[in-house]
């Protein structure tokens, strides 16, 4: 049998244990994550993400994502400076496998993610 799962209030779902973003441009740039579901294979991932202010390079080569986002606000561009989006709350951003670019956080974001990985 599948169990079904809900997850409701994502504004209210609790983010702790912030850390240094690992692919930061922006010194002091903070990130923090809880993973809410994932697939038996692995392969399917759902949480929220937060971030602070400042820029960060970002590589989707295995595994593409969905974001919504929650509140906040960001930019995205291609990693040769093509193709920026603005971002802020209610917008979904599809970055395919494949895609490396760069955000830019403009005001504290959170967003709901997916990450599904190819086999």
Same mark, same amino acid.
């Not at 802020?88 to 895609?99: A, E, Q, S």
């Not at 974001?109 to 709901?112: A, D, H, S, T």
């Given at each position: 049998m599948i169990d079904l799962q809900t997850f409701k209030n994502l504004d209210a779902v &609790?983010?702790?244990n912030f850390n240094p973003k690992?692919?930061?441009?922006?010194? $002091? +740039?903070? &990130?923090?994550a809880v993973q809410l579901w994932a697939s038996e294979d692995g392969l399917t991932k759902? $949480?929220?993400? #937060?971030c602070t202010p400042g820029e960060f390079t970002a590589d989707r080569s295995t595994a593409g994502e969905y974001c919504?986002?929650?509140? $906040?606000?960001?930019?995205? #561009?291609?990693?040769? $400076?093509?193709n920026a989006r603005n971002l802020?709350?209610?917008?979904?951003?599809?970055?395919?496998?494949?895609?490396k670019g760069n955000w830019t956080i403009h005001e504290h974001?959170?967003?709901?993610y997916?990450? +599904?990985?190819?086999?």
């Open positions: &609790e983010v702790k690992p692919t930061t441009l922006t010194k $002091g +740039q903070e &990130e923090a759902i $949480g929220v993400w #937060e919504h986002i929650i509140s $906040g606000s960001a930019s995205v #561009e291609n990693h040769d $400076g093509s802020g709350p209610g917008d979904l951003l599809v970055l395919p496998i494949g895609w974001i959170r967003k709901l997916i990450l +599904q990985a190819s086999n």
